[in-house]
């Protein structure tokens, strides 16, 4: 149901991206603190709307759909405002496309993979980079200001280089998973062996 507190969890992860994207043009103090805030509010209902529907018996097909969906705009939302204000420069852009390569990549293989019912697990490797990956987002969303005795952007770059090296290895060991289901021999279906006894 779409009203449940699960979802509606997962439809404030949706509903803030507006909030967030629009409080990068604010070029203050406060609304960078405030954007971060909000960001990280926005990741720690990841956690909860996850947890509630399995301890409330309360997962559904709407919700295991819009979870990820939201997670993927929330994430490709600030790495493009970073990068469009040059919070992220250089050779810092490379780990963004990487992050957001892997999610197209992932987003498509598990939508193959559902149509041969083969579900994709969830690692502990592919859970800590994406709380690297969350921590390392809401600390170059600050960035330049934050409190100048704490090297904020910088941390937030690091950070961001293990998430996407951690992206990549995931990405790979996923795809690398993919294949194995792609290049089975696929049973031939009923109408086929028909036609081609016919033919014979």
């Known amino acids: 149901m779409l009203t449940s507190l699960p979802n509606l969890l997962t439809l404030s992860r949706i509903a803030v ?3 967030v994207v629009g409080l990068f043009y604010v070029p203050e103090a406060w609304a960078a603190y405030t954007a971060c805030s909000l960001y990280a509010a926005a990741c720690i209902t990841d956690w ?16 295991k759909f819009l979870d990820p969906i939201a997670d993927k705009l929330l994430v490709a939302a600030t790495l493009i405002m970073l990068a469009g204000f040059h919070r992220l420069t250089g050779l810092s852009i490379l780990p963004a496309v990487v992050i957001l ?15 041969l019912h083969v579900g994709v697990p969830v690692t502990w490797l592919a859970k800590w980079k994406t709380t690297i990956q969350m921590i390392a987002l809401g600390f170059l969303i600050v960035g330049d200001y934050g409190p100048a005795e704490l090297p904020v952007t910088i941390i937030g770059t690091v950070g961001l ?33 028909r036609s081609a006894r016919s033919a014979g």
Request: zero cysteines; a negative charge; aromatic letters at 14%.
């Open 161 to 193: 280089w293990i998430a996407a090296a951690l992206t990549f290895y995931t990405g790979w060991d996923y795809m690398r998973a993919g294949l194995t289901h792609m290049m089975a021999e696929q049973p031939a279906k009923p109408g086929a062996a």
């Open 101 to 115: 390569l892997r999610e197209v990549l992932v987003s498509g293989l598990r939508e193959y993979l559902a149509g």
């Open 48 to 63: 909860f709307d996850g947890y509630l529907a399995r301890a409330w018996a309360q997962e559904s097909v709407i919700g």
């Open 17 to 19: 991206i507006p909030v």
